[in-house]
């Protein structure tokens, strides 16, 4: 029996066969309009497809300059946390491209490129929030939701990071529980 939780970067996998490889986790984005590329932890290098050293130079707030670890793309699936809006449909991305930075505090999620490319970025306090637009490459919608977390004075982006597009989408589309 396979039993899920979409909590902040916890293996979630849990059955009687712990040496089996994991398929998907689950994590969370600061969304950042302030970052101009999207930046998770090194942990999350496993998922990498068509990985590469990166080259980006990531400066602090403490004037501090680190180069980051590894850049690449993965299968990911939004989660819409809000209750009335669950549970989450067609917010997967087969190919999200990431750099990975070793001590990052928190994933954050860089929305200038896609408001750049068109999309609309929504911040309310009733309906939707997050990233809606257009593909530019397949021409399809998509929705990418956030929500407002009072702890942290921050609005986050949660998701479930897979091997496969098909393992987010599965893995994403179920009901918490």
Known sequence: MLYIKHYHEKNLISDRRKSEA???TSGTFLFDPGCQTTLM????????????????RVSGFDNSTQLADKSGTAAMYFLQTDNE???????????????????????LFAISDYYEA?????LTHNGFSGVSGVNPQTGAKFRIPC??????????????????????????????V
């Open 22 to 24: 994991i398929l998907f």
């Open 85 to 107: 809006f669950q549970p989450s449909t067609d917010q997967g991305v087969d190919n999200f491209k990431y750099d990975t930075v070793d001590k990052l505090q928190s994933n």
């Open 41 to 56: 932890k090194t942990s999350f290098n496993r998922f990498m497809k068509s990985v590469q050293d990166s080259n980006l």
């Open 118 to 122: 068109g999309a609309d970025v929504h």
């Open 147 to 176: 929500v407002y977390s009072p702890e942290q004075k921050g609005w986050l982006v949660h998701f479930v990071i897979a091997n496969s597009p098909e393992e987010a989408r599965q893995h994403g589309r179920m009901p918490c």
